[in-house]
């Protein structure tokens, strides 16, 4: 079976296809639209989810991040990191989060906005394991295994603000 066009295959020889009663020469219009794969639709919410997830945790954090980085201080007072390194990590990750997230939910620089999700994964992570925070060093590690599946399966990634930048300039 021969695909002649979008939609239509012909048959050129002894067919074998779910249409049965092909016979040589014969044209025949199957459904070969496109559609989304579940791969596809899998990724996309993954990334809704933790895009928004993401992007609200920067959010809620952004009005106040001189506030939230003095907490940040306080809880890291027992780790031999230094209290101007926590807290200048303190007060720029909401906007890190929230740019991050945004990327993320719109699809945007979608590789790099993974990957970096992954760094800032590692960076809290790394603190929270000197606080010997167990539970929420495991929790971090959920959130990085997502973005890693995500970072693996973007060829996947449909519906982003990529791909309509990618086809306007093609156009």
């Not at 079976?1 to 040589?24: I, Y």
């Not at 997230?101 to 992954?118: D, E, I, N």
């Amino acid at each position: 079976m021969q695909k002649v066009s979008p939609g239509v295959v012909r048959c050129s020889a002894r067919c074998d296809s779910p249409a049965a009663g092909l016979n040589e020469g014969m044209t025949v219009t199957e459904n070969t639209t496109q559609r989304i794969s579940d791969a596809a639709l899998a990724h996309l919410g993954l990334r809704l989810v933790l895009g928004i997830n993401i992007a609200v945790h920067g959010l809620v954090r952004v009005p106040a991040p001189v506030a939230f980085a003095e907490g940040m201080v306080k809880g890291f007072a027992e780790t031999p990191l230094p209290a101007p390194l926590v807290l200048a990590f303190g007060v720029t990750l909401p906007f890190i989060e929230l740019a991050v997230g945004v990327a993320v939910l719109l699809g945007l620089r979608l590789r790099w906005a993974l990957f970096g999700g992954l760094l800032v994964m590692a960076g809290l992570t790394f603190g929270t394991c000197l606080q010997q925070n167990w539970n929420n060093a495991g929790l971090q590690l959920t959130y990085a295994v997502a973005y890693a599946a995500l970072l693996a399966t973007v060829a996947h990634a449909r519906f982003t603000l990529d791909g309509t930048l990618e086809r306007r300039t093609r156009s």
